[in-house]
């Protein structure tokens, strides 16, 4: 009701016919006609009967309420019904601005945003100078795992790293049933490892959380670090990770002269060669 009396007779296209109207907004039965339903019906849903409802038919009814994604999501909530994904609305596409502010706020430490097919899409300084990441480096996160020698440090540590991430992809994949984006993303992996090939066939699922890694850094030598995959409500698109230095291997202070002019000095040649 509160949504319907948002919607005026003109917005919705439909003549105000002049006369003053007790109702705020549109009356239930042109709500019915907009969205191809009946007018008992829609009288019923909204009084929270128990009735038969279909996605289709809660779609109309969002389409003319002019929901909001995160409105329709609870729509569906509200009629016992799965929830569709969140979309991001035109007013959050700014958010990409406070994002890069975030990560870049992170400095000493690694720090990187990932679209939902773990594509870097934004990193901040560290990321480019600890973790090699860079315009000409490869930006699938999933791929370099499996393709970037400065992971391989440690082989009984990377190999159970390795399950973790190949899980947590297929998790992120079965968000997206039949998304030929993450299709892709599967194909190029398996051209390009058979270890990769080999882990996805175990069809193992994990949550995105957290993971620690040991990594060979060309100058400073190896880091130990513990990335953990954060989300943004609004932002379902993207994922931020951040990376802190475990204790061990003073990676803490590695990173801090990484980041300093003297490290910068240091770095003569590409991370990740």
């Given at each position: 009701m509160s949504r319907r009396a948002r919607i005026t007779p003109a917005a919705a296209g439909l003549p105000d016919g002049g006369a003053r109207r007790r109702t705020p907004g549109l009356r239930r039965e042109e709500v019915?006609?907009?969205?191809?339903v009946g007018a008992s019906w829609y009288q019923w849903l909204e009084q929270g009967r128990d009735i038969t409802v279909s996605a289709q038919v809660l779609d109309s009814v969002g389409r003319v309420l002019r929901l909001t994604s995160a409105e329709r999501r609870h729509l569906y909530v509200l009629a016992g019904l799965?929830?569709?994904?969140?979309?991001?609305?035109p007013r959050d596409r700014g958010m990409c601005h406070g994002l890069k502010r975030l990560i870049d706020a992170w400095m000493p430490f690694p720090a990187h945003i990932m679209d939902v097919y773990w594509n870097t899409v934004m990193y901040n300084e560290a990321a480019a100078l600890a973790l090699g990441m860079g315009p000409d480096t490869e930006q699938n996160s999933?791929?370099?795992?499996?393709t970037d020698p400065v992971y391989r440090v440690c082989a009984a540590r990377w190999e159970e790293?390795?399950?973790?991430?190949?899980?947590?992809?297929?998790?992120?994949?079965?968000?997206?049933?039949?998304?030929e984006g993450f299709q892709a993303v599967v194909e190029e992996a398996r051209e390009a490892s058979?270890?990769?090939?080999?882990?996805?066939?175990?069809?193992?699922?994990?949550?995105?959380?957290?993971?620690?890694?040991?990594?060979?850094?060309?100058?400073?030598?190896?880091?130990?670090?513990?990335?953990?995959?954060?989300?943004v409500?609004?932002?379902?698109?993207?994922?931020?990770?951040?990376?802190?230095?475990?204790?061990?291997?003073?990676?803490a202070a590695k990173l801090e002269w990484l980041v300093s002019p003297e490290g910068r000095r240091g770095l003569m040649y590409p991370v990740a060669g």
């Open positions: 019915a006609v907009l969205a191809g799965n929830p569709p994904a969140l979309e991001v609305e999933l791929i370099s795992f499996f790293v390795a399950l973790e991430i190949v899980a947590q992809f297929r998790a992120a994949c079965s968000d997206h049933p039949g998304d058979a270890e990769f090939a080999a882990l996805w066939e175990r069809r193992d699922i994990r949550p995105g959380g957290q993971l620690q890694k040991h990594l060979e850094h060309p100058v400073v030598g190896v880091l130990h670090l513990e990335s953990t995959q954060l989300r409500p609004a932002r379902p698109d993207l994922s931020i990770v951040l990376h802190t230095p475990l204790p061990g291997a003073d990676t």
